[in-house]
């Protein structure tokens, strides 16, 4: 997953839910062999300016396959009517979630199961650079604007949108992960079909440096997830010839869950980006956080992701239970605060 600021990070958690993930893999965001649905609790304004809190469902009926190794993507449409239903969209498994890796950044900050990383690759100190494709992968620094040489706790304040961050699981890829660039900082992401990353921040308004700002957007906080490989091998930019690097451009996956898209806007949209396959968002967007935190989930579940607003005494505790889970994902096609929006159809 990544964070852009300008942003103040207080919790962040990883659940996964027990004997679903079968062998270590390379995805953390895995949308291979399924009809896709995404539902978004999405904050919007009425001509009366009176704060209204939507629920909305974006969904795919068509079947997809691919794999973190493959630059290809096959497509097949498929009936609506034999697809998964809106009413079957709360459906969430027995069992409860485990907490994987957790995140605070309370004095001292603290991170078991995470690796900050950024793309600020060094070869004096994690990671590298080269003329063709510029900076990899490396250890972020305590404030994520440098690299460091070792895996180091995030200090919770991301300053302005010239800084990002690619957090991964702990775990150093060791030649199973698939292809990464060579001398880069490489691990592993969240594999498994049912998983749900939980966040708690800040986003108030604060402009890029003066002087350094260099074309980049700015005032305008964002969290995403990626297939794995794609920052592993060359998440921005391509080749010396034009040519793109990694499996993004060929449909491996994006989900962005809160992305401001301009420049101090208010307004972060929810949006699946598989490029020539099925992809897609609509109007309905989150209020930014300003002056105060909130909490924030994404969850992958029976093929489905689903964001939500959370209540502020959310507790982000070793484990979660199925029905707190069903009540993240819960969505109800009669009521008025509910959207339904097909994508791929």
Not at 289 to 311: E, F, H, M, R, S
């Amino acid at each position: 997953m990544h964070l852009r600021g300008p942003m103040n990070l207080t919790q962040l958690a990883v659940y996964t839910l027990p004997g679903t993930v079968s062998g270590k893999r390379s995805s953390s965001t895995d949308f291979s062999s399924s009809t896709t649905l995404f539902s978004a609790s999405a904050t919007t304004t009425r001509e009366n300016s009176t704060p209204t809190t939507f629920q909305s469902v974006f969904s795919t009926y068509a079947t997809s396959t691919d794999s973190d190794s493959q630059s290809s993507v096959a497509t097949t449409s498929t009936d609506p009517s034999s697809s998964l239903q809106p009413s079957t969209v709360v459906k969430a498994d027995a069992g409860s979630w485990s907490r994987v890796a957790y995140y605070q950044s309370a004095a001292s900050a603290q991170a078991t199961g995470f690796a900050f990383l950024n793309n600020r690759g060094n070869d004096a100190v994690s990671g590298t650079w080269d003329s063709t494709f510029g900076n990899s992968l490396s250890y972020a620094s305590s404030d994520g604007t440098t690299c460091a040489n070792i895996s180091t706790p995030f200090n919770g304040n991301l300053s302005t949108s010239e800084v990002e961050l690619a957090v991964f699981t702990n775990q150093v890829c060791n030649g199973d992960c698939d292809y990464t660039r060579p001398k880069s900082v490489a691990h592993h992401g969240w594999s498994g079909e049912a998983k749900a990353f939980f966040i708690e921040f800040q986003a108030d308004h604060y402009n890029n440096t003066p002087g350094s700002n260099q074309g980049l957007i700015q005032d305008a906080p964002a969290w995403w997830f990626l297939n794995a490989n794609i920052p592993r091998i060359l998440q921005y930019g391509d080749d010396r010839n034009g040519n793109p690097c990694s499996c993004w451009a060929y449909g491996c996956g994006e989900f962005d869950a809160f992305e401001i898209l301009e420049m101090g806007e208010m307004r972060a949209k929810s949006t699946l980006h598989r490029q020539g396959n099925i992809e897609g968002g609509d109007s309905n967007y989150f209020l930014r956080p300003v002056g105060k935190t909130i909490k924030v989930a994404v969850v992958w579940n029976d093929y489905d992701i689903t964001v939500a607003i959370l209540d502020d005494s959310f507790s982000f505790s070793e484990t979660l239970t199925a029905s707190q889970i069903a009540d993240i994902v819960s969505y109800s096609e009669q009521s008025n605060t509910d959207s339904l929006f097909a994508i791929g159809t």
